[in-house]
């Protein structure tokens, strides 16, 4: 059984308040960030033991990823604040 429509609590939003913000859309953002700069290090940890070239691979391509990871961050804010 249930209460009339008149006890029953309104769970509707107020008027000027917005939709709860889905917070996987931070997890991916967050993942796009440190991806990038962890392929990197990785890729470029790889690339210096077969050439035996101490750090420099591992140091380009942590700049590298860090770059990168810097436009995805600030693409997928962007994008993210255009749908706000």
């Keep these: 059984m249930t209460a009339p429509a ?4 309104r769970l509707a939003m107020a008027d000027n308040a917005r ?3 889905n917070l996987w859309r ?4 967050a993942a796009e960030f440190v991806s990038p700069i ?5 890729a ?3 690339l210096d033991e ?3 070239s101490a750090p420099a691979f591992a140091v380009a391509g942590l ?11 600030i ?5 993210f604040q255009r749908s706000l």
């Design 26 to 29: 931070f997890a991916a953002v």
């Design 6 to 9: 008149a006890v029953r609590p």
């Design 50 to 52: 077969h050439f035996r």
């Design 19 to 21: 939709p709860p913000v």
């Design 38 to 42: 962890l392929g990197g290090a990785i």
């Design 75 to 79: 693409v997928e804010l962007r994008d």
């Design 63 to 73: 700049l590298l990823g860090t770059f990168l990871g810097m436009y995805r961050l």
């Design 44 to 46: 470029g940890y790889y």
